[in-house]
């Protein structure tokens, strides 16, 4: 199953400090690479990981059920 990963939010910004290899820095930089963006988009496919994760017993308990039984609109 794969979830939606919405990173595109309007919501407020907060500047951060963050410790990074300075050559994988320089390189990205030179590409253009937009370090934000970058780190959005891998924290929200970090957190989507995790609820997945945290919930993949009911989903798949979930899922057990309508093989058996079907779905209620069936």
Same mark, same amino acid.
């Given at each position: 199953?794969?979830? #939606?990963? +919405?990173?595109? +939010?309007?919501?407020?910004?907060?500047?951060?400090?963050? $410790?990074?290899? $300075?050559?994988?820095?320089?390189?990205?930089?030179?590409?253009?690479?937009?370090?934000?963006?970058?780190?959005?988009? =891998?924290?929200?496919? #970090?957190?989507? +990981?995790?609820?997945?994760?945290?919930? +993949?017993? =009911?989903? #798949? =308990?979930?899922?057990?059920?309508?093989?058996?039984?079907?779905?209620?609109?069936?």
């Amino acid at each position: 199953m794969r979830m #939606e990963i +919405r990173t595109g +939010r309007k919501g407020k910004k907060k500047a951060v400090n963050l $410790s990074l290899d $300075s050559e994988l820095l320089a390189s990205a930089r030179e590409q253009g690479i937009n370090l934000s963006a970058v780190l959005e988009r =891998a924290l929200a496919e #970090e957190k989507a +990981r995790r609820w997945m994760e945290e919930h +993949r017993g =009911a989903i #798949e =308990a979930y899922n057990q059920n309508v093989r058996t039984d079907g779905v209620w609109s069936d």
